[in-house]
C-alpha cells in the first residue's frame, strides 16, 4: 500500500519505518525540515533502540521523507495523522496541530479520488474529536467522510524504549471506523492482517476513550504502587517484595507496580489530564484520575525529603543519573528528573547531570544552569552525593557499582535493587 505519515515524531517516524519495513512503500511528511533531511539521510532523529539500523534498511529504498504534504497526499492511499497534541495549561489538549494537518489532508484529497484514501488518525486525541474534524472539515471543504474519503481513529500504543518490538508485535490494534464505513474497516483490516493480535473494531469515539482508559489505568497502577510504597517506606518494607507477591494475582499483574519517583513521559501526565478535563467538561468529578495525578506530583519531592533530612545539600556537588523519563529513550518531555534537578538547585546542590540519551534534550532545559558529565565515571567522580533518577543497566553494572563506594546515594528507582542502609536510602523501601 502507498502510506503517507504525517508527523515524524516518536509515534510517526516508527510507524514509517515499521510499515516501509513490511514492504510498504512510505513517504513521512513533517513541517520540520531538519528532521526531514535527517530522515532522509538515514539518520535518527531521536533515540530509539533498533531505529538506525532500520532507517539504513528503509531509506532510499520504499520510505522518503518531504515537507511538502500535497504531494504525498496525491501519491498515497491511506494517510496517517501523527502530530502532537500537547497539554494546555487547563489539562486539556491543544488540538491545532492535529485539525491544522486533517484540514490539510482533507484539503489535498481530490473528489471521488480513485483509489479511496483513507485518513487514520493515531495521535491521542479526546473522544470526540476525530468525528468532529470530519464535520468541520466538511464544512470547509465540502468533501464528506464515508463518501469522499475513509476516516479511522487508530490510537497507537507504543512504549518508547520499545516503540519498534511494539509496533511488531502490538497487545491489540484498535480500528475506530464510522458505522457503515465498510470500505474503510475492510482496508484497514487488510493493511494489519498480518499481524498476530486482536483487531478491535468500533466506532472512532469508542477507539478514542479506548486510549485514554487504558493510559490512566497504567497510570492509576503506578500511582497506587507509589501511595503504598511511601507507606512502605515508612514501616520499614520492602515494596518490591510486596508487588512481586501482588502481582502474581493474574488479575493484576505485576507490569507498572514499580514504586519510584513517578510516572512521565509525553504520555501518561498529558492524558491523565486530558480525560480529566474531559470529565469536567461533561459535569462530573474524576475522584480517582485527580488523585492519581496529585500522588505523581508528589512523588518526586519525596526522594528531596529523605535526601533533606539526611545531609545539607547547600554548596554540595551531587551527581544526578538519568535524566528521560525511562530507560532506552532520550524523551524528558515531563520527567520527574525535571523537578528534581531543579529542586537540588533551588537548595544551593551543584548539580552535574549524566545520562545515556537524553543529555541534548537536558541541555535545551537547564541551559548552563548544571554540569553536564561526559560519562558515567565523569559524574561520579565529580560528586559526594548521588541521585539515581533512570534505571539505565550501565548505572548496575559490576563496574559502575564500586564506583559508589563512599558516596550518599539516594535511589528513586531501584536502580541498585538494594535494601535502605547507611549512605543508601531508597524512596520507597
Ligand atoms: N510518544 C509516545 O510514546 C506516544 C505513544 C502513543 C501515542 N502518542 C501520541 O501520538 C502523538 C504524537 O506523539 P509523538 O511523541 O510522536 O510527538 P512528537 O512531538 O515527537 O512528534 C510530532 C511531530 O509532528 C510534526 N508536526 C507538527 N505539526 C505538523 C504538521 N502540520 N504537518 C507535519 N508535521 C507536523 C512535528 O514537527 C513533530 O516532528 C501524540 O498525540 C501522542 O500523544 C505518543
Redesign the pocket.
Known amino acids: 500500500m502507498k502510506i503517507c505519515v ?9 510507524t514509517a519505518c515499521g510499515f516501509a519495513k513490511l514492504g510498504h512503500q512510505v513517504v513521512c ?4 525540515r531538519k ?1 526531514v533531511e535527517l530522515i532522509n539521510n538515514a539518520k535518527p ?2 533515540y530509539e533502540e533498533g531505529l538506525d539500523a532500520l532507517l539504513s534498511e528503509v531509506v532510499g529504498k520504499n520510505l522518503r521523507a518531504t ?1 511538502d ?1 500535497a504531494s504525498a497526499i496525491s501519491n498515497s492511499e491511506l494517510v496517517f495523522i ?5 497539554s494546555k495549561k487547563d489539562g486539556s ?1 491543544d488540538l491545532s ?2 485539525e ?2 486533517f484540514l ?1 489532508a482533507v484539503s489535498a484529497i481530490p473528489r471521488d479520488s480513485n483509489p479511496f484514501k483513507i485518513i487514520a488518525i ?4 479526546v473522544p470526540g474529536t476525530t468525528d468532529s474534524l470530519a464535520e468541520r472539515a466538511e464544512e470547509k471543504t465540502g468533501k464528506k467522510a464515508g463518501t469522499d474519503y475513509g476516516l479511522c481513529m487508530n ?6 524504549g520499545k ?1 519498534i518490538e511494539d509496533f511488531f508485535n502490538p497487545g491489540r490494534i484498535v480500528l475506530g471506523v464510522p458505522d457503515g464505513d465498510k470500505k474503510t474497516a475492510k482496508k484497514m483490516r487488510e493493511l494489519y492482517c498480518d499481524f498476530k493480535c486482536p483487531i478491535v473494531t468500533v466506532n472512532p469515539t469508542t477507539a478514542e476513550m479506548v ?1 485514554y482508559a487504558s ?1 490512566s489505568f497504567l497510570a492509576t497502577k503506578v500511582s497506587f504502587s507509589n501511595e503504598i510504597g511511601n507507606l512502605c517506606k515508612k514501616l520499614g518494607i520492602d515494596t518490591y517484595k510486596v508487588m512481586d507477591a501482588v502481582g502474581l494475582d493474574k488479575r493484576i499483574g505485576r507490569q507498572f507496580l514499580n514504586s519510584g519517583i513517578g510516572y512521565g ?3 501518561f501526565p ?2 491523565v489530564k486530558a480525560l480529566i478535563a474531559a470529565f469536567k467538561k461533561n459535569g462530573i468529578a474524576p475522584k480517582i484520575l485527580t488523585a492519581v495525578v496529585e500522588t505523581n506530583e508528589l512523588q518526586p519531592s519525596k526522594l528531596m525529603e529523605l535526601a533533606k533530612r539526611k545531609t545539607n545539600l547547600k554548596g554540595k556537588k551531587v551527581a544526578v543519573l538519568g535524566l528521560a523519563f525511562k530507560p532506552e529513550s532520550d ?1 524528558m ?1 515531563e520527567a520527574p528528573s525535571v523537578a528534581i534537578i531543579n529542586s537540588l538547585l533551588a537548595e544551593g546542590a551543584k548539580v552535574m547531570v549524566y545520562d545515556p540519551q537524553a543529555m541534548a534534550n537536558a541541555k535545551k532545559i537547564f541551559g548552563e544552569r548544571v554540569e553536564y558529565a561526559s560519562d558515567l565515571n565523569d559524574a561520579l567522580s565529580f560528586s559526594d552525593v548521588v541521585f539515581l533518577l533512570t534505571e539505565w543497566a550501565e548505572f548496575k553494572d559490576d563496574a559502575a557499582l564500586k564506583l559508589y563506594a563512599g558516596k550518599m546515594v539516594f535511589d528513586g528507582r531501584k536502580v541498585l535493587g538494594k535494601k535502605s542502609e547507611g549512605n543508601y536510602e531508597g524512596i520507597c523501601w
Do not use: M, Q
Not at 504525517?6 to 516508527?14: A, N
Open positions: 504525517i508527523g515524524s515524531g516518536y509515534v510517526g517516524l516508527i511528511v513533517d513541517i520540520d528532521k532523529p531521536i515537507t504534504l501523527t502530530v502532537g497534541t500537547p489538549i496541530h492535529v491544522k494537518a490539510e493515531k495521535s491521542t486525541v490510537p497507537e500504543f507504543l512504549r518508547e516503540a486510549k493510559n513521559g509525553s504520555c498529558k492524558d524523551d518531555r
